[in-house]
């Protein structure tokens, strides 16, 4: 797992200034080893590499965390033997050794045992084809000077993130926000929308928009492509997409040993390590699965769980943990809170996240990857996209049971969800209102929480001083296309937009804050097309629930405690008792401060009083206005005119050539 910077100027070239100052602001994610390389291209519009101090066109850099093949081999900008393309590579393709015996057979010689190497043949051999071969996550940046043509690409989840900077033909791109900061002059001019939909619905991953306007996030399965020859022409193409069909009827074969031969082999391949391996360990049956399947690959390898157990019992999942660990002779990690260093916590996790969180969770989270890193681990598996890809998720549950209303299959329904409320785990007050918001058009679910007393924002959220510009202010990510079913839009969205991309980020940046690549076996493109085929009864029913078909799949393999539980908690903190450390700090902030430009000082102060004091319930929207808070004086700070020996990233055109 590493980090990549890359700028080109399609214009006139630029003397060389803060390139590598930009690149070194990523170094957690790749503290093993630095590479980076400057090309010119010529009067023919050839590209050749030149020297460090001569003004060029195009640079490629890289921060590298050695994972396989560890030896000087896999150092980065790789090019290939004639110097047809150049690749600077973040992520890990499990099926490399594949990819590599058959790329032998076509006549490819390799000299390392690292997967870019294989990326880079397999680019040579089918070009931009090549991404449907790959098992893995990534993120890269190649230039391939047979085409005069610049890729950025990212990986179908975005595992692995990938902005882009674009301003007066100078294209950037950056596994991480800071370093294009720096690329805007000095000034930072916020997107509004981006901002409402982070503080309203704690989501900034469901569209290319940044916080900042002019960086964009790539979106996973895309991958932007820039004319290096002449006009500096971009494009952004989509080349993978969850699948869109029809659910297959019930097959002949079992789907519950066909999906448990599917998670035996992608855990065998996230196994694939040169560096030692450990276990995010929550104590629900997504993560316990892992540690169990992983046991059941190789019953010797050495297994290290690590689990954060918060100091209130009523969120602990301390004994589930311990089923785990005991089942799997794993070594076990127990990390608790620690209130004496929140503050300091917020601080750095504010810089490492590169832009604000949702909750107080991702500070839990980070000290899991802190432990890991303590006890030596560079590669940590967890269970990220469970929920998503096999329904664990109550509204998701709820979409299905609409479904079947809407189908006139009311018996079934009403039999899934007494299931669901009365052994299932589900409240039931919460279960009717999640059906009922499934069964009313998106149009009319504004007004419906009008009626009910239930705004859509908080009132210290006030849009309309948020500059004065026309924003949405509904749930966007309600709609769904005409002839699509309440559940397939569900667990498209979720997957795609709505839930897993956010989570992801927050566990790329804390793992690489910590220089340990995080691996997620359960999000495979071959899991999402076996999934996606199936009847939407398999993921819930009456018997076994939420995950029905995981449950069935695993049974064997995870403890029969852990496959039978409905009262998952999640990874959840006390937010409430959170809120009571950092409540002092926002109150002390002054009412100049960038965070009241988009909302309302008095109403925020007030709202959070009466949360402390029991007169309103906490929402996890009072924590992003905190984390919001922070990131604006981080982010502001990078545009200064001096950060680690940095300089705002100001470039001097010279004459072409």
């Given at each position: 797992?590493?980090?990549?910077?890359?700028?080109?100027?399609?214009?006139?070239?630029?003397?060389?200034?803060?390139?590598?100052?930009?690149?070194?602001?990523?170094?957690?994610?790749?503290?093993?080893?630095?590479?980076?390389?400057?090309?010119?291209?010529?009067?023919?519009?050839?590209?050749?590499?030149?020297?460090?101090?001569?003004?060029?066109?195009?640079?490629?850099?890289?921060?590298?965390?050695?994972?396989?093949?560890?030896?000087?081999?896999?150092?980065?900008?790789?090019?290939?033997?004639?110097?047809?393309?150049?690749?600077?590579?973040?992520?890990?393709?499990?099926?490399?050794?594949?990819?590599?015996?058959?790329?032998?057979?076509?006549?490819?010689?390799?000299?390392?045992?690292?997967?870019?190497?294989?990326?880079?043949?397999?680019?040579?051999?089918?070009?931009?084809?090549?991404?449907?071969?790959?098992?893995?996550?990534?993120?890269?940046?190649?230039?391939?000077?047979?085409?005069?043509?610049?890729?950025?690409?990212?990986d179908p989840f975005g595992i692995k993130p990938l902005f882009m900077y674009e301003h007066e033909g100078t294209f950037a791109f950056s596994s991480e926000l800071p370093p294009l900061l720096q690329l805007t002059g000095g000034k930072l001019e916020y997107n509004t929308q981006a901002i409402y939909d982070f503080l309203r619905w704690g989501l900034l991953e469901h569209t290319p928009a940044c916080l900042i306007n002019g960086i964009q996030r790539i979106l996973p399965g895309h991958y932007a492509e820039i004319d290096l020859a002449d006009s500096g022409q971009s494009r952004l193409i989509q080349y993978w997409t969850l699948p869109d069909r029809e659910p297959r009827p019930d097959p002949s074969i079992d789907d519950a040993v066909e999906l448990r031969k599917l998670l035996l082999q992608s855990v065998k391949?996230?196994?694939?390590?040169?560096?030692?391996?450990?276990?995010?360990?929550?104590?629900?049956?997504?993560?316990?699965?892992?540690?169990?399947?992983?046991?059941?690959?190789?019953?010797?390898?050495?297994?290290?769980?690590?689990?954060?157990?918060?100091?209130?019992?009523?969120?602990?999942?301390?004994?589930?943990?311990?089923?785990?660990?005991?089942?799997?002779?794993?070594?076990?990690?127990?990390?608790?809170?620690?209130?004496?260093?929140?503050?300091?916590?917020?601080?750095?996790?504010?810089?490492?996240?590169?832009?604000?969180?949702?909750?107080?969770?991702?500070?839990?989270?980070?000290?899991?990857?802190?432990?890991?890193?303590?006890?030596?681990?560079?590669?940590?598996?967890?269970?990220?996209?469970?929920?998503?890809?096999?329904?664990?998720?109550?509204?998701?549950?709820?979409?299905?049971?609409?479904?079947?209303?809407?189908?006139?299959?009311?018996?079934?329904?009403?039999?899934?969800?007494?299931?669901?409320?009365?052994?299932?785990?589900?409240?039931?007050?919460?279960?009717?209102?999640?059906?009922?918001?499934?069964?009313?058009?998106?149009?009319?679910?504004?007004?419906?929480?009008?009626?009910?007393?239930?705004?859509?924002?908080?009132?210290?959220?006030?849009?309309?001083?948020?500059?004065?510009?026309?924003?949405?202010?509904?749930?966007?990510?309600?709609?769904?296309?005409?002839?699509?079913?309440?559940?397939?839009?569900?667990?498209?969205?979720?997957?795609?937009?709505?839930?897993?991309?956010?989570?992801?980020?927050?566990?790329?940046?804390?793992?690489?804050?910590?220089?340990?690549?995080?691996?997620?076996?359960?999000?495979?493109?071959?899991?999402?097309?076996?999934?996606?085929?199936?009847?939407?009864?398999?993921?819930?029913?009456?018997?076994?629930?939420?995950?029905?078909?995981?449950?069935?799949?695993?049974?064997?393999?995870?403890?029969?405690?852990?496959?039978?539980?409905?009262?998952?908690?999640?990874?959840?903190?006390?937010?409430?008792?959170?809120?009571?450390?950092?409540?002092?700090?926002?109150?002390?902030?002054?009412?100049?401060?960038?965070?009241?430009?988009?909302?309302?000082?008095?109403?925020?102060?007030?709202?959070?009083?009466?949360?402390?004091?029991?007169?309103?319930?906490?929402?996890?929207?009072?924590?992003?206005?905190?984390?919001?808070?922070?990131?604006?004086?981080?982010?502001?700070?990078?545009?200064?005119?001096?950060?680690?020996?940095?300089?705002?990233?100001?470039?001097?055109?010279?004459?072409?050539?």
């Amino acid at each position: 797992m590493c980090g990549l910077f890359s700028i080109f100027h399609s214009c006139s070239p630029m003397v060389p200034s803060n390139e590598q100052c930009l690149l070194d602001l990523m170094a957690h994610r790749g503290p093993d080893d630095r590479g980076s390389g400057f090309w010119r291209r010529d009067q023919r519009r050839q590209f050749t590499r030149c020297e460090s101090e001569s003004p060029y066109h195009l640079f490629l850099g890289h921060r590298r965390l050695s994972i396989l093949d560890v030896s000087a081999a896999g150092h980065q900008p790789m090019t290939s033997s004639n110097d047809e393309i150049a690749l600077v590579y973040n992520g890990e393709i499990y099926n490399f050794i594949e990819l590599r015996n058959e790329l032998s057979t076509r006549g490819y010689l390799f000299k390392s045992g690292c997967d870019t190497e294989v990326l880079m043949s397999a680019w040579l051999e089918w070009g931009p084809a090549c991404l449907d071969r790959l098992m893995g996550m990534f993120s890269f940046c190649i230039a391939d000077f047979r085409n005069s043509k610049l890729y950025a690409v990212r990986d179908p989840f975005g595992i692995k993130p990938l902005f882009m900077y674009e301003h007066e033909g100078t294209f950037a791109f950056s596994s991480e926000l800071p370093p294009l900061l720096q690329l805007t002059g000095g000034k930072l001019e916020y997107n509004t929308q981006a901002i409402y939909d982070f503080l309203r619905w704690g989501l900034l991953e469901h569209t290319p928009a940044c916080l900042i306007n002019g960086i964009q996030r790539i979106l996973p399965g895309h991958y932007a492509e820039i004319d290096l020859a002449d006009s500096g022409q971009s494009r952004l193409i989509q080349y993978w997409t969850l699948p869109d069909r029809e659910p297959r009827p019930d097959p002949s074969i079992d789907d519950a040993v066909e999906l448990r031969k599917l998670l035996l082999q992608s855990v065998k391949l996230h196994l694939r390590s040169d560096v030692p391996i450990g276990f995010a360990l929550s104590g629900g049956i997504d993560s316990s699965a892992l540690v169990c399947l992983a046991h059941n690959v190789d019953p010797s390898i050495a297994l290290h769980t690590f689990s954060y157990i918060p100091n209130d019992s009523s969120l602990s999942e301390e004994t589930w943990i311990d089923i785990v660990n005991s089942h799997t002779n794993a070594v076990s990690h127990k990390i608790s809170d620690d209130a004496d260093t929140l503050e300091s916590e917020l601080i750095r996790a504010t810089r490492f996240q590169g832009e604000p969180f949702s909750s107080t969770s991702i500070l839990a989270q980070t000290r899991i990857y802190k432990e890991a890193a303590n006890q030596g681990i560079k590669v940590l598996i967890d269970g990220q996209g469970g929920d998503e890809m096999f329904c664990g998720y109550p509204y998701q549950c709820a979409a299905h049971v609409v479904d079947l209303i809407l189908s006139g299959k009311l018996w079934r329904a009403l039999r899934l969800f007494t299931s669901l409320t009365q052994r299932g785990g589900f409240n039931k007050l919460s279960f009717l209102q999640l059906i009922g918001q499934e069964l009313l058009p998106s149009k009319l679910h504004q007004l419906a929480r009008k009626l009910v007393r239930r705004p859509l924002a908080p009132s210290w959220i006030l849009p309309d001083q948020i500059s004065n510009v026309q924003i949405h202010l509904d749930d966007r990510l309600r709609s769904r296309t005409k002839n699509e079913s309440h559940f397939g839009h569900r667990l498209r969205s979720t997957i795609g937009q709505a839930n897993l991309p956010d989570l992801l980020r927050y566990q790329d940046r804390n793992s690489m804050a910590h220089s340990i690549e995080a691996r997620v076996p359960l999000l495979t493109s071959t899991l999402a097309d076996f999934v996606f085929g199936l009847p939407h009864s398999k993921f819930v029913d009456p018997q076994n629930g939420s995950k029905a078909l995981l449950r069935k799949a695993l049974e064997g393999i995870v403890p029969e405690e852990i496959i039978s539980r409905r009262d998952k908690v999640g990874f959840e903190t006390p937010e409430r008792t959170f809120l009571e450390t950092f409540f002092p700090l926002i109150e002390a902030l002054p009412q100049t401060h960038a965070l009241y430009r988009f909302v309302d000082r008095e109403r925020l102060l007030n709202h959070a009083r009466d949360v402390l004091n029991g007169k309103k319930k906490y929402h996890s929207s009072l924590w992003r206005a905190v984390s919001f808070a922070y990131w604006i004086d981080y982010a502001e700070s990078l545009t200064t005119p001096s950060i680690n020996s940095c300089s705002r990233g100001e470039y001097t055109e010279v004459a072409s050539h």
